[in-house]
Nanobody, 117 residues
Framework: QVQLVESGGGLVQPGGSLRVSCVAS????????MGWYRQAPGKQRELVAN???????NYADFVKGRFTISRDNAKNTVYLQMNRLEPEDTAVYYC???????????WGQGTQVTVSS
């Protein structure tokens, strides 16, 4: 079955950087649109960035210029490089995989990112 496993979260000071990774298994990774979402306490889950199967990339306005999404199809992995982190970026970050034009995809278990001094 499809599995998405995130890693790389942790505690970082404001202005710092982190890279989170998501390794996929049980799927033809290169065919999937991949995304990173986040959910802060008391807030709805929101899209951070996605990278489509044909490598079109979209970012939420609040991370433009700070975060970079990328994928390595040979490693079945999608990355989110996060720079200039702010306390408002504190959230659980989730990996999401969906086939193009499909409504339902797959979620990872999430990785906690905490930005605090």
């Amino acid at each position: 079955q499809v599995q998405l496993v995130e890693s790389g979260g942790g505690l970082v000071q404001p202005g710092g950087s982190l890279r989170v990774s998501c390794v996929a298994s049980g799927m033809a990774f290169r065919l999937y649109d991949m995304g990173w979402y986040r959910q802060a306490p008391g807030k709805q889950r929101e899209l951070v960035a996605n990278i489509l199967s044909h490598n079109i990339i979209n970012y939420a306005d609040f991370v433009k210029g700070r975060f970079t999404i990328s994928r390595d199809n040979a490693k079945n992995t999608v990355y989110l490089q996060m720079n200039r982190l702010e306390p408002e970026d504190t959230a659980v970050y989730y990996c999401y995989a969906v086939l193009p034009y499909q409504d339902n995809g797959y979620w990872g278990q999430g990785t906690q990112v905490t930005v605090s001094s």
